[in-house]
């Protein structure tokens, strides 16, 4: 008697065990999250994410939905390290009109979306539907890129054709173009429209004749426009230098931009210039670089270009006024040198005469043997 009520309790726990085991396999397949990729994903990775992951863009696509769920886990580990998207500037230290850094809202939305198993919508469109004509089209992300952004440029120059081997790690080429004007022109905007974007991580633009930064383009920013009133005055006989940052994808690739200038519709603008720092290395502080420079006049700055080296771990330019106050304008951390950008700002910010400009980096190990430089747009 005892070894049948044994068996029978024995049975009876296999039974029990059996039933709870399988349950958490049915609970960790479960969806666990509200946002959708059909309404919130979708949204950010227009702002952010597609004009470089896109098909034959420079990183894996990132477009549809399937695309985006296979590579969930790895989307989730370079946001939570603030390695994708590449931006360097710390939040709370200037506002950018260029910046491509995700809200600490989107980032909660995407962390959700990856660990809630990446539901597609509501359930009211599926794709398996038998008949494709009974159903809308999947949502997906759209890169909008092979188009003027600005409008149509007044003159355009096709750039040299650079041949960019497989698998080519970074490099940065230098390419000069006449810009056939035979008087003076003042020019509003710059944009830029590369050849290949699997290739291209950034391109900026100086006139060989004055060396005055006129233009930059970045993926996920393409243009460069001053404030209303305001031109660059281009010398007449003048060349564009388009300095052009690249690196390998699978195969070889010939590239060749172009470039746009659009001109101010009235003559007689306020110019714009730049304000260079030469940011050198103080004896006794290894790994540090600084610079500073006192305004002589009233200065609005539009837009600050450091020239990132590998190494760099941070850089802060400052604004100390006359009376002692302290405005930080720009603080980097981390840069990314495999993707250059410029700090565009979203408003010009007034800096009185008198005040005091600085710009502190620090490298890990030893820096640059010639410093770096801070490019600062002014008018």
Not at 173 to 195: C, I, K, N, S, Y
Not at 209 to 228: D, K, N
Request: proline share 7%; glycine share 10%.
């Amino acid at each position: 008697m005892k070894r049948i009520v044994c068996t029978v309790l024995a049975c009876s726990a296999a039974i029990v065990g059996s039933s709870y085991w399988s349950r958490p396999l049915l609970s960790h397949g479960s969806v666990t999250t509200t946002v959708l990729f059909d309404r919130e994903i979708v949204r950010i990775l227009d702002r952010h994410c597609v004009m470089c992951h896109m098909e034959r863009g420079p990183a894996f696509a990132l477009e549809t939905y399937e695309q985006t769920w296979v590579q969930g886990k790895k989307i989730r580990a370079s946001i939570l390290a603030r390695h994708m998207p590449p931006w360097g500037a710390v939040p709370g230290y200037g506002q950018f009109a260029n910046d491509n850094s995700l809200t600490l809202r989107e980032t909660q939305f995407m962390v959700s979306w990856v660990e809630g198993l990446g539901p597609r919508n509501s359930g009211t469109v599926f794709a398996n539907v038998a008949d494709a004509g009974a159903r809308p089209p999947a949502v997906r992300a759209q890169a909008h890129v092979g188009h003027w952004q600005v409008g149509e440029p007044d003159l355009t120059r096709e750039l040299s054709a650079n041949t960019i081997a497989a698998g080519q790690t970074n490099t940065v080429l230098r390419t000069t173009v006449d810009l056939g004007l035979t008087e003076e022109g003042q020019v509003r905007a710059v944009e830029f429209m590369p050849g290949d974007r699997r290739v291209v991580r950034a391109a900026f633009f100086t006139v060989q004749e004055t060396g005055q930064w006129i233009g930059s383009w970045t993926p996920w920013h393409g243009t460069f426009e001053l404030p209303a009133g305001m031109a660059y005055r281009l010398p007449a006989g003048s060349h564009a230098v388009a300095e052009i940052h690249y690196k390998g994808a699978t195969d070889q690739v010939v590239e060749q931009g172009t470039l746009g200038l659009f001109f101010a519709d009235a003559p007689g603008r306020s110019p714009a210039s730049d304000l260079i720092l030469e940011i050198k290395s103080p004896s006794g502080t290894p790994g540090k670089l600084r610079a500073e420079t006192r305004l002589a006049a009233d200065t609005y700055t539009l837009a600050l270009w450091p020239e990132v080296a590998p190494g760099l771990k941070s850089i802060e330019v400052t604004a100390r006024t006359p009376d002692g106050g302290t405005e930080i304008l720009l603080f980097a951390k981390d840069p990314p040198a495999d993707w250059p950008t410029p700090y565009i700002l979203a408003k010009p910010v007034l800096l009185r005469r008198g005040t005091t400009l600085s710009a502190t980096a620090y490298y890990a190990g030893a820096p640059p043997a010639g410093g770096m430089r801070l490019v600062v747009k002014r008018y």
